[in-house]
């Protein structure tokens, strides 16, 4: 079993910024990231990091605004969004799941544990 804790959340203008990180109780073999349900819609896939490779894989809406990044010593996972926007508020989670063939990055149902999330609020 993995714990996973998210932090980091707020309130921000559109155009500013917030980091978000998730500390993970142990290590899983497949993807790890952050998932996110805006109000009255789906939870949807925002950006992921295999383990060992670190290969990332981002939602076209944040691609070059938003930067997942991790510290190994920590077992921590970081998600830096800049440039945000109203439509980027909603709850954030953490997730993490083993290694599994043919399961796209973002469908939430491959993925294993998850966090409790952390609500990020963008105002116009």
């Known amino acids: 079993q993995v714990h996973l804790a998210e932090s980091g959340g707020g309130s921000v203008q559109a155009g500013g910024s917030l980091r978000l990180s998730c500390a993970a109780s142990g290590r899983t073999s497949g993807y790890m990231g952050w998932f996110r349900r805006a109000p009255g819609k789906e939870r949807e896939g925002v950006a992921v990091a295999s383990a060992g490779t670190f290969i990332t894989r981002y939602a076209d809406v944040v691609q070059g605004r938003f930067t997942i990044s991790g510290e190994n010593a920590k077992n921590t996972l970081y998600l830096q969004m800049n440039d945000l926007k109203p439509e980027d508020t909603g709850i954030y989670y953490c997730?993490?799941?083993?290694?599994?063939?043919?399961?796209?990055?973002?469908?939430?149902?491959?993925?294993?544990?998850w966090g409790q999330g952390t609500q990020v609020t963008v105002s116009s």
């Open positions: 997730a993490a799941r083993n290694l599994k063939i043919g399961v796209p990055w973002n469908d939430e149902k491959g993925y294993d544990y």
